[in-house]
């Protein structure tokens, strides 16, 4: 079974294209600035890449342009579009109504559709790949894969927020959480690694990349996640601030005359590493500025470490103990110095780390010392094969229903 997993953003298309016998990534690519000047597709095969300059006004363009390439003689790895079994559609947010996976009818959409206002910058586009793929290809099956879905398990404790109740009676304003679907493949492949039982195993995910968030997974189940009712919540990241105090937003307003859209902007923007260290977004600028002394680098980098070292606490405290710990994306897998400082704060836990090993560069490492309490892990995380499994599970189940499998 070939399986195409697609994430559109809203000026780009990412896809995989994947044998799922063997789980091997035929080929994979991006096509940015659709519906704006100098639009390009990158389709990368093997080692070798592609770059084609091609005008893309929207996202069925883009995703026609993709199919061509997929079948490409040279550059392609299928003959035929009947030769894609299904496609795998990321979408940022299920709401309540998605605590799985689906299958994409219409009744599905519509509700994409309807909780588009809980995520008015990621829905619409996941939307938009979805409608041009079915159009393009309307006999082939789409399974939508929502980055909300995992923490549905959370209970109410962690997921209502102390603000009048009538707001999440009537608005649904709740902690959604997000990153889900890497929280829950990096938990799992941390359990496999250890030889542990997913179902008996307490572990803390730290998704650090230019959006990061941290979860409390018990039994294999989120119990708690530092992202909330959007991603502003949480860590401190590239450009956005994370927790603070919510009277801040009105003072801005109020004293400082700014209106809503330029708070937003600042909190979302131009806040985080960026904001503090004046320099940059990029984990990489700041430590090598920090390394040279620059010293609001430095504290950039302190409070970032900081803020993931309190909700480590607060999730231990939660979970009522952790057996694991793991590290990934841009920062978590790529980064020593955070993961080090950041251990740094748990010899509570009797937390102890192998140097060496955290300095290795490998995707999947035990990074603790045999004698460490709680085992630390670098996991590579890997969100389009997450995708690409929960549609190959959803096809079969459904061709089996059909007694066609
Ligand atoms: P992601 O959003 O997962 O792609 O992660 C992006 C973040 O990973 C950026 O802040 C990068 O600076 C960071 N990153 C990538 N490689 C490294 C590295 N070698 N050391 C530190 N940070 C890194």
Known sequence: MKILVVNSGSSSVKYQFIDMDGEKVLCKGLAERIGISGSRLIHKLDTKKLVLDREMKDHEQALKLILETLTDKEWGVIKDLSEISAVGHRVVHGAERF???????EEVLKALEENSHLAPLHNPPNIMGILATQKILPNTPGVAVFDTAFHQSMPEKAFIYAIPYRFYQEHRIRRYGFHGTSHRYVSKRAAEILNRDYSNFKVITCHLGNGASISAIM?????????????????????????IDPAIVVYMQESLNMNLKEVYNVL????????????????????????????????ALEIYIYRIAKYIGAYT???????????????????????????????????????????????????????????????????????????KEIIEKGLKELNLF
């Open 317 to 391: 405290a939660a979970m009522n103990g952790v057996d694991a710990i793991v590290f990934t994306a841009g920062i978590g897998e790529n980064s020593p110095i955070v993961r080090e400082r950041v251990c740094d704060y748990l010899g509570y836990l009797s937390v102890k780390i192998d140097k060496e090993k955290n300095n290795s560069r490998s995707k999947e490492a035990i990074i603790s010392t045999p004698d460490s309490k709680v085992a630390v892990l670098v996991v590579s995380t890997n969100e389009e094969l997450v995708i690409a499994r929960d549609t």
């Open 268 to 299: 979302n923007k131009e806040s985080g590493v960026l904001g503090i260290s004046q320099l940059s977004s990029d984990m990489r600028d700041i430590e090598e500025a920090a390394e040279s002394g620059n010293k609001a680098a430095k504290m």
């Open 219 to 243: 039994n294999g189940r989120s119990v708690d996640t530092s992202m909330g009712f959007t991603p502003l919540e949480g860590l401190v990241m590239g450009t956005r601030c994370g927790d």
């Open 99 to 105: 605590a799985s996976s689906v299958l994409i009818d």
